[in-house]
Structures are given as structure tokens and as C-alpha cells.
T-cell receptor
């Protein structure tokens, strides 16, 4: 089944403890992206990647890192999480880029930083 | 600046009625539009898309209308069912930027 898989689905952590949220897609998509979703603010892009080893900042990149060493994986790294990063996170992928075929989203990771 | 908005945060309809969810966009350079459905606890799911060279596109029970003159997008759901209850997002993109911008979302509630 074609899908975007995120792990974990739920995570509670403490301020300052480094964490990684994994994202993997099995559709051979070139484009991958991370979003956070907050009440009243909608979906905001954190980082995106047009292809392997090509990443760029989205609208809210502060406090996050990403890497794209393989085409299928696009992990989101929080080096020192803070409570304002408590949010619902979505990974998304697209065949050739954002404007061509839309995105396929993962099921989300609900992160709580205490 | 660029923004995509929905006219109503919540829409309540009776089962079997038709639903119309509206969206206004501000970037006249946008040439690709998508509607997503997000059910509770799940990621957004693609419903239907439309390009700027079209005014209307139909899918199964859904129709998207695009009015470029007033920069307005709508999603029509025929014979709304309880399973249609979700948050609906419109999104716009421009070939120039390659970026997809999402609106705030409209919650559709279907009353039995």
C-alpha cells in the first residue's frame, strides 16, 4: 500500500531532550515536507526537501532540523525541544513537487513537550 | 501577502443535503488548487484538485468550482453522509514558487 509512515504517533518528552520523528514513504516521491498543525493557525510548513541532499526552510523552521540522505526517509529532529513545539506534526510527500499532484500525508505525530 | 481563507469555521448540515464549503484565496498567481479532508486523528486526505485553466471539476459526489475573477474556490458535496464529517482544507499553489499554502479549515458536521 502506498503510504507515508510516521513514527511515533504520540510522544511526550521533557524540555531539552533531543528527539527524532521519523518519516518514510514507499512511493518513490522526490518531494517531502514537514508541517505542524496548531489550533487557529492551520498547517504551517517547517522544512521541505526537493530531493536527496536538498532541503530548505519552510515558514517556521526555528528549532527544527531535517536530513534527506535517502529518497524514502525524511526525519525531523528537535535538538532541544521546548514547550512551544508541542503540536501535531505531519509529514507529506509528492511525486515531483508541491504543485503537480498535491501531497500524500502521514497519520501525524502528536508531540507534547513538558 | 499570500493567504488562503475559508469563509466559515463550522458548517452544519442535515444528512442527505448538499454541502457547500467556500474558500477565498488572495494570490492571483496561484494556478493549482486542492481540497483536503481531515478526519479526527488522521492526516489530511486528498479529495479533488483543479487547475486554473478550468472552472469546474467533478469527482465522486464532490465538485470543485473555481472563480478566478473573485479568487474564490468552493467544494460541493452531494447527498452528505455522516462519514463526510471532518475538517476540510483548501490549498493553493503557484508554479512560480512551488509552495502549497493551506487555509484554516472548515469543520463539517453532519446531523443524522
Amino acid at each position: 500500500e502506498a503510504q507515508v509512515t510516521q513514527n511515533p504517533r504520540y510522544l511526550i518528552t521533557v524540555t531539552g531532550k533531543k528527539l527524532t520523528v521519523t518519516c518514510s514513504q514507499n512511493m518513490n516521491h522526490e518531494y517531502m515536507s514537514w508541517y505542524r498543525q496548531d489550533p487557529g493557525l492551520g498547517l504551517r510548513q517547517i522544512y521541505y526537501s526537493m530531493n536527496v541532499e536538498v532541503t530548505d526552510k519552510g515558514d517556521v523552521p526555528e528549532g527544527y532540523k531535517v536530513s534527506r540522505k535517502e529518497k524514502r526517509n525524511f526525519p525531523l529532529i528537535l535538538e532541544s525541544p521546548s514547550p512551544n513545539q508541542t503540536s501535531l506534526y505531519f509529514c507529506a510527500s509528492s511525486l515531483y513537487g508541491a504543485v503537480i499532484y498535491g501531497y500524500t500525508f502521514g497519520s501525524g505525530t502528536r508531540l507534547t513537550v513538558v | 501577502g499570500e493567504s488562503v481563507g475559508l469563509h466559515l469555521p463550522t458548517l452544519s448540515v442535515q444528512e442527505g443535503d448538499n454541502s457547500i464549503i467556500n474558500c477565498a484565496y488572495s494570490n492571483s498567481a496561484s494556478d493549482y488548487f486542492i481540497w483536503y479532508k481531515q478526519e479526527s486523528g488522521k492526516g489530511p486526505q486528498f479529495i479533488i484538485d483543479i487547475r486554473s485553466n478550468m472552472d469546474k471539476r467533478q469527482g465522486q459526489r464532490v465538485t470543485v468550482l473555481l472563480n478566478k475573477t473573485v479568487k474564490h474556490l468552493s467544494l460541493q458535496i452531494a447527498a452528505t453522509q455522516p462519514g463526510d464529517s471532518a475538517v476540510y482544507f483548501c490549498a493553493e499553489a503557484s508554479s512560480n514558487t512551488g509552495k502549497l499554502i493551506f487555509g484554516q479549515g472548515t469543520t463539517l458536521q453532519v446531523k443524522p
